[in-house]
C-alpha cells in the first residue's frame, strides 16, 4: 500500500509564491506518472501540473508559465512550485499517483492512489 501526504499550503498574496511537497510513503511511485489536481469551493477537480514516469511534464491551461512541477525519485516526493499566484489558485490541492504504469493522465479518474490535500489560498 502506498500513501501520499502533501504539506506546504497556506495563506499568501497575489504575486506570492508558495512550494507544494508530496510525500510518497509505502511504496515506490518512481517509475509512474504523478500529478496535482485542485478543487475550488463549488468546481470540479481540475487537473495543475503532472510528470510522466519517464519525466515528461504537463500543465493546465491556467497555470502555465507559473508553475512547476518536479519530482525527486531518491526522497520519494514530488515537488509543485507555484509563483505569481492569483486569486484563482485559491484552492485545495491534492497529488495524485498512477500506479498502473508510466502514462501521464489529465483525467483524474485515471489515478488510484490520492492525498488528503493541502489548502492553498491567495487573498490580499
Known amino acids: 500500500q502506498g500513501q501520499l501526504a502533501e504539506s506546504g499550503g497556506g495563506l499568501v498574496q497575489p504575486g506570492d509564491s508558495l512550494r507544494l511537497l508530496c510525500k510518497v510513503s509505502?511504496?515506490?511511485?518512481?517509475?509512474?506518472?504523478m500529478a496535482w489536481f485542485r478543487r475550488a469551493p463549488g468546481k470540479e477537480r481540475d487537473f495543475v501540473a503532472g510528470?510522466?514516469?519517464?519525466?515528461?511534464?504537463s500543465y493546465g491551461d491556467s497555470v502555465k508559465g507559473r508553475f512547476t512541477i518536479s519530482r525527486d525519485d531518491t526522497k520519494n516526493t514530488i515537488d509543485l512550485q507555484m509563483n505569481s499566484l492569483k486569486s484563482e489558485d485559491t484552492a485545495l490541492y491534492y497529488c495524485?499517483?498512477?500506479?498502473?504504469?508510466?502514462?501521464?493522465?489529465?483525467?483524474?479518474?485515471?489515478?488510484?492512489?490520492w492525498g488528503q490535500g493541502t489548502q492553498v489560498t491567495v487573498s490580499s
Open positions: 510528470i510522466s514516469g519517464d519525466g515528461y511534464t
Open positions: 495524485a499517483a498512477y500506479s498502473q504504469g508510466r502514462n501521464l493522465w489529465t483525467r483524474a479518474e485515471m489515478y488510484d492512489y
Open positions: 509505502g511504496r515506490s511511485f518512481s517509475s509512474n506518472a
